[in-house]
């Protein structure tokens, strides 16, 4: 059984889990994927915020 560290802070508690990455590199679905959940937290930001959407150009 293995250790994890654990960050307590206020009354939340997380728990903090590491690996060696085995490339240098990001992988391109890496990539599309942060950048499409980049894009769902900006869209929702300005429908809360009421700002129009902008459009790729």
Do not use: H, W
């Amino acid at each position: 059984m293995s250790e994890k560290p654990i960050d307590r802070r206020g009354s939340s508690l997380r728990d903090i889990n590491c690996f060696k990455k085995k490339t240098t590199s990001t992988s391109q679905r890496d990539k599309d994927m942060a950048t499409t959940r980049y894009k769902a937290v900006i869209q929702e930001r300005s429908k809360k915020l009421g700002i129009p959407e902008q459009r790729d150009q």
